[in-house]
C-alpha cells in the first residue's frame, strides 16, 4: 500500500490515511454558529475518506474572532450547530476523524470577510483587538490593546471552556491555533512580543502563555481525544521566529502531553517574506520538527497532487499531509491521490457506480471486514 494511504496512530486514535482537510475559515457563521453553508461545505467531505476533517479556525471568545462571520465556540448554541454537522459526517462514513481547530484572533481580528476586502471593519462595527504588545499587525491596521498579564487567566479560561463544549459537539480531535499571527502565534514571535513582564522577552517567556493554554486544555481533554497544536514553523523574517524556536517549543508541548503538531507557517506580518513559495515549500520545517520531537507531524502548503504527498509520507519528511485549497477545488482529492498510486480508498456505497471509472474504490462494508 502506498505510505499516503497507510493508517497513522496519533495518541489513542488510528487514521484511517495520511490525509486531512485543513482548517479553512468560511467567514458565513452568524453570531458564532455554524448554517447551512458549513453543513454543505463539511459535508462535501463527507464521502470523500479523508483521514481527518478540521473544521476552520473556530473562535473561544465573540471578540476573539477575526471576522463577523468566523465560527465561535463560546456558547452553548454553538455546540449544536457543530454536533449537528459531524452526526451528519459521521452517518456517512463513521470511520473518519473530526477535529476542530481553537483559536483567538488576536490584533488580527476586527476585520471584515475577505470577499469584502479582509479590511479593518469601519468604527461602527469595529471590536477592540488584543495583543501581547501594542503592536499594530499592519500600516492601516488598528493598534491593539496590550493585555495585562491579570488579563492572561480569562482568555486561557476561554480556551478550556471552548474545549469542553469541543468534546460535547462530539470532536475527536483538537487542535489549537498557534500559528499565522494569531493571538498564540504573537506571544511567540519577537516581531509581536515585545513585553517585559514574565510573558515576553526571552524565548521562554515568549512561549509562556502559548504553553499555560496548551497545558490547561490537554488537562480537560481525555487521553481517548487527540490533541494538537498548529504552529507556524518560521516567520520567514528577520528577526522573527525561527524553525529552531519552534523545535524548542515544540519539545516543551510534547513534554505537556501534546499528541500531535502541525507545521505551518508565516502570518505575524505581510511584508514580504523570505520564502520561496511553492509546492510543498513548509515541508522543510514539519521534517525538522519532526526529527528532532518524534511526534506525529502534519505538513501543509501547496501540497497539490497523491504523488507529491506520497513522497514526502514515504521519505518520513512528514507523517501526514494536510490540504487547503486542493480540497475548495476539488472535495474528491483523495479519490484522485488514490487512482494515482493505485490505492483503495473509502467509498460510500451510493457512489460505488463511480468506481467504473479507473481508481480502486473499496466499500465501507469491506473496509469493515478487513479490519
Ligand atoms: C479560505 C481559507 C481559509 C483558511 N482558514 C484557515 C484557518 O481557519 N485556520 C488555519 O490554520 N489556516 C487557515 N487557512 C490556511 C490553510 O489551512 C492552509 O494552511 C493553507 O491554505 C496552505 O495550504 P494549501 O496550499 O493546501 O491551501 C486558510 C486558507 C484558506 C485558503
Redesign the pocket.
Known amino acids: 500500500m502506498p505510505s499516503l494511504f497507510e493508517p497513522l496512530s496519533i495518541g489513542d486514535l488510528i487514521l484511517r490515511n495520511r490525509i486531512g482537510l485543513?482548517?479553512?475559515?468560511?467567514y458565513s457563521a452568524v453570531e458564532g454558529v455554524p448554517n447551512e453553508w458549513h453543513q454543505a461545505h463539511l459535508g462535501r467531505f463527507a464521502a470523500a475518506g479523508l483521514g481527518v476533517i478540521f473544521t476552520?479556525?473556530t473562535h473561544v471568545t465573540r471578540a476573539g474572532r477575526i471576522t463577523p462571520g468566523c465560527l465561535g465556540l463560546w456558547t452553548d448554541e454553538q455546540v449544536e450547530g457543530l454536533a449537528r454537522i459531524l452526526r451528519f459526517i459521521r452517518s456517512v462514513d463513521p470511520e473518519v476523524k473530526l477535529g476542530i481547530?481553537l483559536?483567538h484572533s488576536g490584533r488580527k481580528g476586527s476585520a471584515d470577510v475577505?470577499w469584502k476586502g479582509g479590511k479593518p471593519l469601519k468604527e461602527d462595527s469595529a471590536w477592540e483587538t488584543v495583543a501581547p504588545s501594542a503592536l499594530p499587525h499592519d500600516e492601516g491596521w488598528p493598534t491593539p490593546r496590550a493585555l495585562d498579564a491579570g488579563e492572561l487567566p480569562g482568555i486561557l479560561d476561554a480556551f478550556v471552556a471552548s474545549a469542553k463544549r469541543a468534546l460535547a459537539a462530539g470532536f475527536e480531535m483538537v487542535e489549537l491555533?498557534g500559528?499565522?499571527g494569531y493571538l498564540i502565534h504573537t506571544f511567540l514571535s519577537p516581531v509581536s512580543n515585545r513585553r517585559t513582564d514574565a510573558y515576553g522577552g526571552t524565548r521562554e517567556k515568549r512561549m509562556r502563555f502559548p504553553l499555560e493554554v496548551a497545558s490547561a486544555v490537554r488537562k480537560v481533554l481525555p487521553k481517548d481525544k487527540a490533541f494538537g497544536v498548529?504552529l507556524s514553523g518560521q516567520d520567514y523574517l528577520d528577526g522573527g521566529m525561527t524553525v529552531d524556536d519552534t523545535v524548542a517549543l515544540a519539545r516543551e508541548l510534547k513534554g505537556i502531553g501534546v499528541d500531535f503538531l502541525d507545521i505551518?507557517g508565516g502570518g505575524i506580518s505581510p511584508s514580504k517574506l523570505k520564502v520561496k513559495v511553492g509546492p510543498g515549500y513548509q515541508v522543510p520545517s514539519a521534517e525538522r520538527v519532526k526529527a528532532e520531537i518524534g511526534l506525529p507531524t502534519f505538513t501543509?502548503?501547496?501540497?497539490l497532487d497523491g504523488r507529491q504527498a506520497d513522497e514526502i509520507v514515504r521519505t518520513g519528511k512528514a507523517d501526514a499531509v494536510?490540504?487547503?485549497?486542493?480540497?475548495?477545488r476539488e472535495p474528491f482529492w483523495v479519490w484522485r491521490a488514490a487512482e494515482a498510486l493505485g490505492a483503495k480508498h473509502y467509498c460510500p456505497p451510493q457512489y460505488l457506480r463511480a468506481g467504473e471509472s479507473p481508481g480502486d474504490i473499496v466499500p465501507r462494508e469491506t473496509l469493515a471486514k478487513r479490519a
Open positions: 485543513s482548517p479553512m475559515c468560511q476552520e479556525a481547530q483559536a475577505p491555533h500559528a499565522h498548529r505551518s501543509v502548503g501547496m501540497i494536510l490540504v487547503g485549497r486542493g480540497h475548495l
